[in-house]
């Protein structure tokens, strides 16, 4: 539905289905009280818990073509992607194929993108958080971005253009802290270095 704004009441929301598409237009913001009259991250949080679904994640989010789309003033904690043959990058939010949208007020915590299967010989995923791909344009404003972690590239993002230009990626006022990964890039890897990057206030 083109245009749709969707409140979310503060609490903790577990077993959430995984990999959900946002479509264009759509807004989402998290952390309202119970009248859905303030959004407030410090006083009514809204958490996204994908710990009950290790076995069959792909992260919470993905955006694929979409546009004019917003997340704001939700925690997303541990997401994942990777186990059980799960090819898809980023642990929590997947954004590709030229989607143009925003982060606002965002939490990641503890995301992580795993190796396939589950085991060191599988494909090592990347992005810990996010993966931002092909021709996408994304802003991401007071977010943090708290024990992200990667088997592969990005231990909090990973930026890609294997099938399309670069990205245009801002990044503002944000907070990385313990986040990691195994192949490179604690907080953000720019694979193909085609993609523009502006890091600002971090």
């Not at 073509?65 to 186990?83: A, D, H, K, P």
């Not at 099938?163 to 720019?190: E, M, W, Y």
Request: proline content about 1%; charged content about 20%; aromatic content about 6%.
């Amino acid at each position: 539905d083109a245009s749709l704004t969707i409140l979310v009441a503060g609490g903790t929301y577990v077993n959430e289905p995984n990999n959900t598409d946002v479509r264009s237009g759509q807004t989402l913001i998290g952390s309202y009280d119970s009248s859905f009259t303030t959004s407030d991250p410090s006083v009514t949080p809204t958490l996204i818990d994908m710990s009950r679904l290790y076995h069959d994640q792909n992260g919470a989010f993905t955006m694929n073509g979409v546009s004019e789309w917003t997340l704001m003033n939700v925690v997303i904690q541990n997401s994942s992607t990777g186990e059980h043959g799960d090819t898809e990058n980023g642990g929590a939010i997947y954004i590709r194929n030229g989607s143009q949208g925003a982060l606002r007020g965002m939490t990641f915590y503890n995301c992580t993108a795993r190796f396939e299967g589950g085991y060191d010989t599988g494909t090592a995923r990347d992005g810990g958080a996010l993966c931002i791909r092909d021709d996408s344009t994304v802003v991401i404003e007071d977010c943090v971005f708290d024990s992200c972690t990667a088997v592969g590239s990005g231990g909090a993002m990973r930026i890609r253009s294997a099938r399309g230009g670069g990205n245009n990626v801002k990044i503002r006022r944000c907070l990385f802290t313990h986040c990691g990964s195994r192949n490179g890039a604690s907080v953000s890897d720019d694979a193909e270095g085609a993609s523009q990057l502006e890091l600002v206030n971090c």
